[in-house]
């Protein structure tokens, strides 16, 4: 019989408003479903063997529920919900960010979506830079169907399936050296990414550290403190730039660079969650243009966010 496993959440904890808060949720190996207001996600067993899930929520602060697709040990069990906690942010506290953005606490709007692990964050962050929207769901994809070959891949499948594979089978370009690069450090014990995730760290320690990795800029370096909870940093590109022009009728300047420390000086009054201050206005413009994100199409709307389709 297939297990069926219970995870407490928070009072105020929503699955979709959990799962709809990041592009990440539109990601190959998960699938939001808007009609039934469910999450699919391929999760891993302790030996890292797939586990076909689909997480549910009665009602908002109800306990979610895990249907697995086979019987799991005890072991297995926590492992998946390890996998749960730490992809919708359940243990996160979010009570000093609704005291400084009482909108957002209104909205519901806190935890954004992101992996069952730093590997797994990584790669997408690094699949999402100086690239398209669409091309990076494909790219996506085409790791979980190639390497994954149905999961996320592990940092051992990445390893051994090689930079060359990567950039003909997976079509991530320039990209493979350093996503081989990662899944070889990890797989070898060089990189230990339990390091990133130690709640002591600070933002500048873990912000460094990750800078150190091959191919990881300023903007990928803050994209993952985000991912790892350390909201203080700003992680901006193009995007930063279209949106704070137009939400604050601002002239974008030729060189938008000049408008960093603007833009840090704004959101950082509501530091340490300046990043989550400048998603909620993001992702609000995001459901003015295409509707609530729970109700997005996963195949249409996975691919809607492209320059031409954001021009104001």
Same mark, same amino acid.
């Given at each position: ?233 700003? $992680?901006?590109?193009? *995007?930063?730039? +279209?949106? =704070?022009? /137009? ?7 030729? &060189?938008?660079? %000049? ?17 989550? $201050?400048?998603?909620? *206005?993001?992702? +609000?413009? =995001?459901? /003015? ?7 997005? &199409?996963?195949? %249409? ?12």
């Amino acid at each position: 019989m297939a297990s069926r496993l219970t995870l407490r959440v928070p009072a105020d904890f929503r699955l979709f408003k959990a799962v709809c808060s990041y592009g990440h949720f539109l990601l190959a190996p998960s699938r939001w479903d808007r009609d039934k207001q469910q999450l699919f996600r391929v999760l891993r067993d302790t030996r890292q063997r797939k586990v076909h899930s689909r997480i549910t929520q009665p009602d908002k602060g109800k306990p979610l529920v895990i249907h697995c697709d086979r019987t799991l040990n005890r072991e297995d069990q926590q492992h998946i919900k390890r996998q749960t906690i730490r992809m919708l942010r359940i243990d996160e506290d979010v009570s000093p960010w609704y005291k400084l953005h009482r909108t957002a606490k209104r909205r519901g709007f806190s935890r954004l979506f992101r992996g069952t692990d730093l590997f797994e964050d990584i790669v997408k962050t690094i699949t999402s830079c100086n690239v398209t929207w669409p091309n990076t769901v494909n790219m996506s994809r085409l790791l979980v169907e190639h390497v994954g070959h149905g999961g996320f891949p592990t940092p051992e499948q990445v390893a051994d399936f090689g930079e060359q594979r990567l950039k003909d089978r997976c079509k991530v370009g320039y990209r493979a050296g350093r996503i081989a690069q990662l899944g070889r450090d990890v797989a070898d014990g060089t990189l230990d990414l339990s390091w990133f995730e130690h709640g002591d760290r600070t933002s500048d320690e873990v912000y460094d550290a990750l800078l150190k990795l091959n191919g990881i800029g300023p903007y990928a370096a803050a994209n993952v403190c985000m991912l790892l909870g350390y909201y203080d940093r700003m $992680a901006i590109d193009t *995007e930063t730039y +279209r949106h =704070y022009c /137009k939400h604050h009728n601002v002239k974008r300047p030729k &060189d938008p660079s %000049k408008l960093h420390k603007r833009i840090e000086k704004h959101y950082g009054q509501y530091d340490p969650y300046a990043f989550l $201050a400048y998603w909620f *206005e993001l992702w +609000r413009g =995001y459901e /003015k243009r295409f509707g609530p994100s729970e109700k997005w &199409d996963h195949e %249409k709307d996975a691919k809607q966010f492209t320059a031409a389709a954001m021009k104001d």
